[in-house]
Structures are given as structure tokens and as C-alpha cells.
């Protein structure tokens, strides 16, 4: 069983930086990928980020890529989410979610963990 804690989530302005992190428990993270995932009110829970076990491959969505990286530290059972240059676009829930098989990490049914999420909101 893995448990992921996700935090870092506050409101920032259009233009600014945030980086939200995702705690996993367990001896075992360094065998997992690891996704983070939005949900924007109304919209239907989209893929941002993947990252493989050892972070040497690295998987963006469209609307981010070039914006945000994601990183991870095994020593610490953390994956990160650098957002820069936020839009008001990028206001949503984030989570994070862990899965022992990594394709390109893009389809949900590649993970069999999530958190509880984190809420990002960007004004403008």
C-alpha cells in the first residue's frame, strides 16, 4: 500500500510560481512512477505530468509543457510540480498518483494510487 499526501496548493496571481509536493509512505516509492493529475470545477479530471521511476523520462500535457516540471526525490518519497508563468486556466485540484507500470503515464489506468489533492487557484 502506498499513501500519498499532496500540499502546497494556495492562490497565486496570473504570471507567479508555485510548487506543490506529493508525499508518498512506504520503502517502496523509487519503484513507482509518478503522475500528477487536475480537475478544474465542471471539467473531468485531466492528465499534466508524468515522471518514471528513476525521473530520467518525463511525460507534459500540451497546456503545460514549457510551464512546468515535474522532479522527484526517492531519498525523501517526493515528487514535485514546478508551475510557472500560472494562468487563471491552471485553477484546479491537483493530485498526484502512483503506479508501478509507466507507459507514458498519460491514461489514469496506469496508476494504482491517488492522494487526496491539492487546490491551486490563479487570478488574474
Known amino acids: 500500500q502506498v499513501q500519498l499526501v499532496e500540499s502546497g496548493g494556495r492562490l497565486v496571481q496570473a504570471g507567479g510560481s508555485l510548487r506543490p509536493s506529493c508525499v508518498a509512505s512506504?520503502?517502496?516509492?523509487?519503484?513507482?512512477?509518478m503522475g500528477w493529475f487536475r480537475q478544474a470545477p465542471g471539467k473531468e479530471r485531466e492528465f499534466v505530468a508524468s515522471i518514471s521511476w528513476t525521473g530520467e523520462t518525463t511525460y507534459y500535457a500540451d497546456s503545460v509543457k514549457g510551464r512546468f516540471i515535474i522532479s522527484r526525490d526517492n531519498a525523501k518519497n517526493t515528487v514535485y510540480l514546478q508551475m510557472n508563468s500560472l494562468k487563471p486556466e491552471d485553477t484546479a485540484v491537483y493530485y498526484c498518483?502512483?503506479?508501478?507500470?509507466?507507459?507514458?503515464?498519460?491514461?489514469?489506468?496506469?496508476?494504482?494510487?491517488w492522494g487526496q489533492g491539492t487546490q491551486v487557484t490563479v487570478s488574474s
Open positions: 498518483a502512483a503506479g508501478r507500470l509507466y507507459h507514458s503515464g498519460r491514461s489514469q489506468t496506469e496508476y494504482d494510487y
Open positions: 512506504g520503502r517502496t516509492f523509487s519503484r513507482y512512477a
